[in-house]
């Protein structure tokens, strides 16, 4: 694989300031307001910058350095602001930041893709939006439920300010879901900046690195799958996926309930009895394969019994150990932070589901990054519902990361 024009580097130690935690957004307010203004300046430069490379077939090396810095600037103050990084930041975009970014310089770019950048830049945006905020709000599961529209970035910043002030440390998991929001955006704004004419790739396996690897009580595994997909199966795939969404629903009843006696059961034992974790589990399962199906994560019909071995992108549960007595009493309280991170996961996983819709519509294949960013969401929304239902007491990880054996490419 040959390496991206646009990449995002990383040298932060996750120790964070009390008080610069607390008060990140007022010493962060001088650095925005500052990239308002040089924003105004890189908006016209851009103009200038497209019609030249339209022109030339490449952009001119003066102006491709003042929007290379500008958008290494934004991603040191989007850096700071979310808390991805402690240290302020300079005025002038020079390298050197904990959470930096390095472009290619100059190169040749095709003048069609040029003069469609914009038209060509729609599904970037829509990814963006996801990612930084001012997406839309998305209903019908529990791996597309209600956000907040504040991103991905927002909610892990949001949730790292509690941490960072009460413990002076950055959580690896929300830093590097923080670096992997930062990671999309430079490419995006490179890319509709005309830096560059590679495609952002939303991938999180090559956003940022190197990716932590975890033996997870609950562990998503992608197998088995050459990106292929059948045109006729996509276009009717809402359709074809009907009966497994009914089915879904009465056994999601029969789960609530089953989770309520796994809950007193944990909470007299201290651990959850085999028979349950393991109908816990299938059910999980079940649920994993047929969002899979839907978000077009995998292409075979799936069974309706949530066999494991049975499918493409397959869920391996570790057996039921013991758990805190405390974390299971206040499991619903506890959960409540990893429900609104699946619930932002749910929102990229269906939007790269409907962009990956019509592209394996036209190409009759799965693009690789799409499907990489849709199992990455699906991975944190069973581990957190797993963590609801007390199949597990691990805490869900939120930032990209590696299980032995997990990704085929």
Known sequence: ??????????????????????????????????????????????????????VRGSSPDSLHRFLARFVRYATHVYAYFNLGAEPMPSFDGKPGYPIDVELDPP????????????????????????????????????YAGPTSGIGLIGVAAFLGWFVGVARGRMPRGLRDLVAYALSYAAQAWAYLLLLTDRYPS?????????????????????????????????FFRLLLALPHLVWLALWGVAALFVA???????????????????????????????????????????????????????????EGGRQNRWTVVFRIVLAVPALLIASAYGTLAFTAAFLGWFAALITGRMPLGLRNASAQALRYSVQAYGYVFLVTGAYPYSGPCLAPALWDG
């Open 1 to 54: 694989m040959t390496m991206r024009p646009v990449r995002l580097t990383i040298s932060d130690d996750l120790r964070r300031g009390h008080g610069s935690v607390f008060f990140r957004f007022w010493f962060a307010l001088p650095f925005l307001l500052w990239l308002a203004i040089w924003a105004v300046a890189a908006f016209f430069v851009a103009i200038v910058n497209w019609a030249v490379t339209l």
């Open 107 to 142: 190169a040749r770019q095709n003048r069609w893709t040029v003069g469609f950048r914009l038209v060509l830049a729609v599904p970037v945006l829509l990814l963006l939006s996801v990612f930084v905020g001012g997406g839309t709000s998305y209903y019908g599961s529990q």
């Open 260 to 318: 309520i006696a796994n809950w007193l059961d944990t909470l007299i034992s201290g651990s959850s009895s085999g028979s349950i974790n393991r109908f816990l589990a299938r059910f999980l399962r079940y649920q994993l394969h047929v969002v899979s199906y839907l978000y077009l994560v995998a292409n075979p019909f799936p069974g309706f019994a949530g066999a494991e071995g049975s499918y493409p992108i397959e869920l391996r549960v570790a």
């Open 202 to 234: 939303v991938d999180p396996l090559t956003a940022i690195g190197p990716l932590p690897v975890r033996d997870d009580d609950l562990q998503l595994h992608v197998r088995d799958d050459d990106l292929r997909r059948s045109r006729l199966t996509v």
